[in-house]
């Protein structure tokens, strides 16, 4: 859910989506995409393959689920993951460019993947394109102008969280995604805020990375290194309490 280095993404992936909230709005997603044997279903940016599984066994015996990502690496850990299922087929390639016929699926999951690429309207349109009439899309994307970190020194978490979302391409993609999904074509059914609440420091510190964003934000200079170590003794003696807003949106192609 934050900026990462390439080398643990795919454990950071796996972190997120072990928490409560994570299997929460996964499976709220899955649930929004009504799933029936037989239809045809793409994970676009589908990541080390957390959700195929998932997918798959929804739109079983029949069913197909593509999973399309342009990180090789990622490809791979899938690959690995699905070894063995029938009925997945991975594909490499871009968001901006889906390597999928028109009007060849019945359903479209994205999964925090519009807050990275370079132009999510462009994604959305190919989303339309793929995307059968009746066809349905389950985008669910955070807005990080929405981060808070509670503590008595407001002023430090309101820098972080600042600087948190300063360092994401698309920070409020979750709160436009109305917005861009009827610019493509798309007719919206239901959108949903989903509150993310971490109430223990360990699980914050991983998701939201409080010392790894924090230490980037001190050699950025947008925060000195002593408030950001107070900040972090206050935050690590607890209590804790940190949140920010998780936008799940469902549309339908006419």
């Known amino acids: 859910m934050s900026q990462l280095t390439s080398v643990d993404q795919i454990a950071y992936l796996d972190a997120a989506a072990a928490t409560t909230i994570g299997r929460h709005y ?48 990622m490809l791979a850990e899938a690959a690995r993951r699905v070894a063995g299922r029938s009925g997945i087929d991975l594909r490499a390639g871009d968001a901006h460019g889906l390597p999928l016929d028109d009007a060849s699926m019945d359903r479209v999951r994205i999964d925090r993947v519009l807050m990275h690429v370079d132009d999510p309207a462009t994604v959305l349109a190919q989303v339309r394109r793929v995307l059968r009439p009746g066809g349905v899309l389950a985008v669910t994307e955070p807005d990080w102008d929405t981060l808070a970190v509670a503590d008595d020194d407001v002023e430090t978490s309101r820098r972080f969280a600042r600087f948190v979302a300063g360092r994401v391409r698309n920070p409020t993609v979750g709160r436009d995604l109305v917005r861009l999904s009827v610019r493509a074509g798309l007719r919206v059914r239901s959108v949903e805020a989903i509150a993310v609440v971490f109430e223990d420091f360990g699980t914050a510190d991983r998701i939201l990375g409080l010392r790894r964003n924090s230490a980037c934000a001190v050699t950025a200079g947008e925060l000195t290194d002593t408030d950001a170590q107070a900040w972090l003794g206050r935050l690590t003696a607890g209590p804790s309490l940190a949140s920010f807003t998780l936008y799940l949106v469902t549309a339908e192609a006419a």
């Open 26 to 73: 996964k499976r709220r997603a899955v649930d929004a995409l009504d799933l029936r044997p037989g239809h045809a279903v793409v994970d676009v940016g589908c990541g080390p393959g957390t959700d195929l599984g998932r997918l798959a066994d929804a739109v079983r015996p029949d069913g197909l689920v593509v999973g399309v990502d342009r990180d090789g690496r």
